[in-house]
């Protein structure tokens, strides 16, 4: 028997602490950035603080970025659980926001309780189609989906330039954006909760939350939720279990753009009430970063999507108490926690292994 030694981390640290000792040193890093442009790290860390989470108004917007940021990560998350890379959250979530649109502006005739599921719904199929295509194309012409999903987000950009500047324009207008949905198209706030009418917080929260259950219930409590990590895990341990591999790959990626909808959704129905472009707001890209550090597991997907919610909400009050400081720093800061906790998310695996587990000889 070799004399060799290995340790593995515990699941519990795995999923829980080495994330946050990453997080740790992200901030850790930021704080000596703003250390050296001269700023007070502490004063700094607290304007994030307070910013995010120290009134009612920062917490609701902090909740409805990370609602965004949400629905960006489940859809990404999904996707990774079938061993797929997808890219196109961005995309997806921007066509859907056309289904949503066409639905609004052309159900005007119809009540709120009728016409919101039939706009969400519509978003969903629109999400789940433009997700589907780029499945297919690896399914069973073997190109892959980075690659598509990359070519698919420049698509849904040029397609929605072209049809809100010379379609859904509203008429007279100079902006690129369509007419104000009807007023009973729009999604009840949260103030029932307490929180201010004057955040954009809206019943899309509540819907994120519905969709990370059932995507934990879909993939770990369904047999063909467990197919579906199977191909992810190995594609030879599925083909000789008989399982379709093809099927699965493009019903996920379809799953994946009817999740990604719900950005269109937060945003469409809940804060804008009218198609814009760029509504997305990279939220779709973001996903990425929040899929990765919530380890592709719908808890931590909703963790981190609450971090990164917080961040850019707190990031607004930052620039706004603390001028001297670059705006670009909230963004550096949001690149150290994807850095720390995605591309070197197991720099510190070993040594908190060696420390966490026992020998095994």
């Given at each position: 028997m070799s004399g060799s030694t290995t340790r593995t981390l515990p699941r519990w640290a795995d999923l829980l602490l080495l994330p946050l000792v990453n997080l740790a040193l992200a901030m850790?890093?930021?704080?000596?950035?703003?250390?050296?442009?001269?700023?007070?790290?502490?004063?700094?860390?607290?304007?994030?603080?307070?910013?995010?989470?120290?009134?009612?108004?920062?917490?609701?917007?902090?909740?409805?970025?990370?609602?965004?940021?949400?629905?960006?990560?489940?859809?990404?998350?999904?996707?990774?659980?079938?061993?797929?890379?997808?890219?196109?959250?961005?995309?997806?979530?921007?066509?859907?926001?056309?289904?949503?649109?066409?639905?609004?502006?052309?159900?005007?005739a119809l009540p709120g309780p009728l016409l919101i599921p039939l706009a969400i719904l519509?978003?969903?199929?629109?999400?789940?189609?433009?997700?589907?295509?780029?499945?297919?194309?690896?399914?069973?012409?073997?190109?892959?989906?980075?690659?598509?999903?990359?070519?698919?987000n420049f698509i849904a950009a040029a397609l929605m330039v072209y049809l809100i500047v010379n379609v859904l324009i509203a008429p007279g207008s100079m902006a690129p954006e369509s007419r104000e949905f009807p007023p009973q198209a729009?999604?009840?706030?949260?103030?029932?909760?307490?929180?201010?009418?004057?955040?954009?917080?809206?019943?899309?929260?509540?819907?994120?939350?519905?969709?990370?259950?059932?995507?934990?219930?879909?993939?770990?409590?369904?047999?063909?939720?467990?197919?579906v990590r199977v191909v992810g895990a190995s594609p030879a341990v599925a083909h000789y279990a008989g399982i379709n591999q093809s099927r699965q790959i493009v019903l996920v990626m379809a799953l994946s753009?009817?999740?990604?909808?719900?950005?269109?959704?937060?945003?469409?129905?809940?804060?804008q009430h009218k198609l814009l472009l760029g509504f997305t707001g990279g939220y779709g890209f973001t996903g990425i970063a929040v899929a990765l550090m919530g380890r592709n597991h719908p808890v931590g997907v909703l963790l981190a999507a609450l971090l990164f919610g917080a961040l850019a909400q707190g990031g607004a009050e930052l620039a706004f108490e603390m001028p001297s400081v670059p705006t670009e720093l909230v963004v550096l800061i949001q690149g150290l926690v994807i850095l720390f906790t995605g591309a070197l998310g197991n720099l510190l695996r070993p040594a908190l292994a060696r420390i966490l587990s026992p020998r095994a000889g």
């Open positions: 850790l890093i930021a704080a000596l950035v703003i250390l050296g442009v001269g700023e007070s790290p502490w004063a700094a860390m607290q304007a994030l603080a307070v910013g995010s989470l120290g009134s009612a108004d920062a917490i609701g917007y902090t909740l409805y970025y990370a609602t965004d940021m949400a629905f960006a990560g489940l859809a990404v998350a999904v996707a990774f659980q079938c061993g797929l890379f997808n890219i196109g959250a961005e995309g997806q979530a921007y066509i859907s926001g056309l289904g949503v649109a066409l639905v609004c502006l052309g159900g005007a519509t978003g969903a199929g629109f999400g789940a189609a433009w997700g589907a295509v780029p499945g297919w194309l690896q399914a069973h012409r073997g190109s892959h989906v980075v690659i598509t999903t990359i070519m698919f729009a999604l009840p706030t949260l103030a029932f909760l307490g929180f201010p009418a004057s955040t954009p917080v809206n019943l899309a929260l509540p819907l994120a939350l519905g969709c990370a259950l059932g995507m934990w219930l879909l993939l770990w409590r369904t047999g063909w939720g467990f197919g753009g009817a999740l990604a909808s719900g950005v269109a959704v937060n945003e469409l129905l809940g804060a």
